[in-house]
């Protein structure tokens, strides 16, 4: 591909399912789901099979039930699944050491460098399809696109066991005629306010006005039309490694209840941002870690100018990334939250001009942050604790 950035999203293809039919050759060609078998339970996979009866992840193992009476339900086995999702992801890293991991069956990979190694990123997509299915016996689909949001659009649209290029030049006409729906945050209300003002398309939306979006997105209506037009710089981010400062919690027991979510989210915040100014660091990009209570772990990051340690913004940009994955995952329940930041720099003395216009806040410490930091330097970490955690 002709382009600075070469990216592969790899997904499984209806993973616990999948796992399951392998293991139990019985259940091949089966509606199967696995899911939570108690009265509250939500399915975390269907096969194939029983999505043609509308059985989608996500749903209410009790509507599952309802639309697929003759289905095959499963409760998961998570150290099968765990086990097979590091044979997948040992053969990912033989192509690149760039791989973000987005759940046990999802990832993407930055393959710009390894191209002069293994060849073009058409040829590594295809290898690495053939050797997960040699070692596994799985499939995997595999989107190939400049940049992460257009990769992770084109694997959907080639499942399952597929595989869709798209060269930096074909973005928009791929893009251009998909429903909006297809727009990953874009929920069913979402969508319906949407078609309420003629959006339906992903071309609609790249040439909607300010005035149709910020009542629906506010500031972030720019980014919404940048996402329409395929418009996306998200690096992908090695794990949680040396290069980003981040801090995480797992819960005693799983939460569902938003404001408890965005209290401990404002404390991780906190931490994080507490951490970036005794190392004497500023983050140009704030990312959010979460993994459901079937063991799915997920993450959501985006770029933040001018660059900041300030616990304020940091936690604002947390929440909106975690309500974003809310949108998406309505009602779920949550064992685990992080907050981390990367594209760090040392700390920049900005002009009067640059604060004055900053959207997102002050950029560095503010004079709240450094007396709460010398509180706690002197008293310890317990001394003080900001009323947005509790």
């Not at 044979?87 to 973000?100: E, H, Y």
């Not at 590594?124 to 997960?132: F, G, S």
């Not at 949001?149 to 998909?178: C, N």
Request: net charge positive; proline share 5%.
């Amino acid at each position: 591909m002709n382009t600075s950035r070469v990216i592969l999203h790899v997904d499984m293809d209806a993973f616990y399912a999948a796992v399951e039919q392998r293991d139990r050759p019985e259940l091949r060609g089966l509606p199967v789901i696995v899911g939570g078998t108690g009265t509250r339970g939500v399915v975390s996979t269907a096969s194939y099979e029983a999505r043609r009866f509308g059985v989608r992840s996500a749903m209410p193992v009790s509507e599952a039930r309802r639309r697929c009476p003759d289905g095959v339900y499963l409760a998961p086995r998570m150290t099968a699944y765990k086990e097979v999702s590091l044979q997948v992801f040992a053969i990912m890293r033989r192509f690149t050491p760039l791989v973000q991991g987005l759940s046990l069956d999802e990832a993407f990979l930055d393959v710009t460098a390894s191209q002069s190694i293994f060849g073009s990123a058409p040829r590594i997509a295809r290898e690495l399809k053939q050797q997960i299915r040699a070692r596994t016996l799985l499939t995997a689909s595999v989107g190939v696109a400049p940049n992460k949001l257009v990769a992770k659009i084109a694997s959907e649209l080639r499942k399952p066991d597929g595989l869709m290029i798209v060269e930096p030049d074909a973005i928009r006409t791929t893009l251009d005629p998909l429903p909006v729906s297809r727009l990953f945050g874009v929920g069913p209300k979402l969508q319906a306010k949407l078609h309420a003002l003629g959006i339906q398309t992903f071309q609609d939306l790249r040439l909607a006005s300010d005035a149709q979006l910020q009542p629906l997105f506010g500031r972030d209506a720019h980014v919404i039309r940048q996402r329409a037009a395929g418009i996306d710089n998200r690096p992908v981010l090695a794990e949680w490694d040396e290069k980003q400062i981040s801090t995480e919690t797992t819960f005693d027991v799983d939460i569902d209840n938003v404001n408890l979510m965005h209290a401990e989210l404002a404390q991780l915040a906190d931490r994080t941002s507490s951490r970036l100014r005794a190392k004497q660091f500023s983050t140009s990009g704030i990312a959010v870690k979460i993994r459901r209570q079937d063991f799915h772990t997920f993450t959501r990051q985006r770029l933040c100018q001018p660059a900041t340690n300030d616990s304020r913004v940091i936690a604002e940009l947390a929440r909106r990334l975690l309500d974003d994955w809310l949108a998406e995952q309505p009602g779920a329940a949550v064992r685990l939250l992080g907050v981390g930041a990367y594209e760090l720099g040392p700390i920049a003395q900005l002009s009067l001009f640059d604060v004055a216009n900053s959207q997102d806040g002050p950029t560095n410490s503010s004079p709240l942050d450094t007396a709460v930091d010398r509180i706690r330097s002197k008293f310890g970490n317990a001394a003080l604790v900001r009323g947005s955690s509790l």
